[in-house]
């Protein structure tokens, strides 16, 4: 089972970048899709994007364009790299494992594993 641990957020203005990252331990991180969530308060959670183990990658239309999600496997990290950040991507941002050589996946449901979560905060 792999384990996850994100890092990187915090306080930013709007306009600004961040990059997380999000470390796997336990496994190898190259045959799993990993996902990007993030969850503001009083809100469901979403799905912010994400990268198939090909490399492929997928993002939500609210991010498109302003966020870009890589991997290392060698490093077996992920990481988020969010610029032109806005007060509306406030949220704790979470890193999720797939099922090894599965799909990519919008749904939560379909995640093993997760991170304890990023505190991101946007102030305008």
């Known amino acids: 089972q792999v384990q996850l641990v994100e890092s990187g957020g915090g306080l930013v203005q709007a306009g600004d970048s961040l990059r997380l990252s999000c470390a796997a331990s336990?496994?190898?991180?190259?045959?799993?899709?990993m996902g990007w969530f993030r969850q503001a308060p009083g809100k469901e959670r979403e799905f912010v994007g994400g990268?198939?183990?090909?490399?492929?990658?997928s993002y939500a239309d609210s991010v498109k364009g302003r966020f870009t999600i890589s991997r290392d496997n060698a490093k077996k990290t992920v990481y988020l790299q969010m610029n032109n950040l806005k007060p509306e991507d406030t949220a704790v941002y979470f890193c999720?494992?797939?099922?090894?050589?599965?799909?990519?996946?919008?749904?939560?449901?379909?995640?093993?594993?997760w991170g304890q979560g990023t505190q991101v905060t946007v102030s305008s």
């Open positions: 990268i198939h183990h090909t490399g492929l990658t």
């Open positions: 336990g496994l190898p991180l190259s045959p799993y899709p």
């Open positions: 999720a494992a797939g099922k090894s050589y599965g799909p990519l996946l919008k749904n939560g449901a379909g995640y093993t594993n």
